[in-house]
């Protein structure tokens, strides 16, 4: 069975940082492309970043290309999501997503706030 | 980057109807489309990959079809808990885009 379990969210002040991480089992993780997508509280999906299985290709959403560094440990089945400079609007709970050709599973979110 | 146009945004159904969700994209995904089904409080779970496989473990009323640009996901008779909220997702490109989300909602 897919687990992926992410941690890391936190009440966090503006201009802060943040990393968060997703510790995948039941699966190839190291033949696996990965993402982090978000979603606001109370309204929609945003995909965050992409990491292909060998974490060479990597992209970001225009929204947090500069400010966030996705990577991977396939050693330790593990995905990370550096935030840096973080907005009010960063704040959203942020999931792990593996991608398996079209096949998506998620972990249950863990919920960055970004408040003074 | 690809928008993805779902409709509607909410719908009144009762238990035992046959509803239709729409999802538009604005270039051709081919068949990259997911379809997620999302209860409150909770992850979005996959029901529907490549625009019509369904996946394992997904009640057999569930079905999705199209490619290019136009997608549907079919329940074909409501249960009381599926009325929750559904999203499509394209998977061709990133940025991967999601439609709005549609709220089914108890008549």
Not at chain 1, 58 to 85: E, P, T, W
Not at chain 1, 94 to 101: H, I, L, P
């Amino acid at each position: 069975e897919v687990q992926l379990v992410e941690s890391g969210g936190a009440l966090v002040q503006p201009g802060g940082s943040l990393r968060l991480s997703c510790a995948a089992s039941g699966f190839s993780f190291s033949t696996s492309s990965m993402n982090w997508v978000r979603q606001t509280p109370g309204k929609g999906l945003e995909w965050v970043s992409y990491i292909g299985s060998g974490g060479r290709t990597i992209h970001y959403a225009d929204s947090v290309k500069g400010r966030f560094i996705i990577s991977r440990d396939n050693a330790k089945n593990s995905l990370y999501l550096q935030m840096n400079s973080l907005r009010d609007e960063d704040t959203a709970i942020y999931y792990c997503a593996s991608a398996r050709g079209s096949n998506w599973d998620w972990g249950q979110g863990t919920l960055v706030t970004v408040s003074s | 980057d690809i928008q993805m146009t779902q409709s509607p945004s909410s719908l009144s159904a009762s238990v035992g109807d046959r509803v239709t969700i729409t999802c538009r994209a604005s270039q051709s995904i081919s068949s990259y489309l997911n379809w997620y089904q999302q209860k409150p409080g909770k992850a979005p779970k996959l029901l529907i990959y490549a625009a019509s496989t369904l996946q394992s473990g997904v009640p057999s009323g569930f079905s999705g079809s199209g490619s290019g640009t136009d997608f549907t996901l079919t329940i074909s008779s409501l249960q009381p808990e599926d009325f929750v909220t559904y999203y499509c997702q394209q998977s061709y490109t990133t940025p991967y885009t999601f439609g709005q989300g549609t709220k089914l909602e108890i008549k």
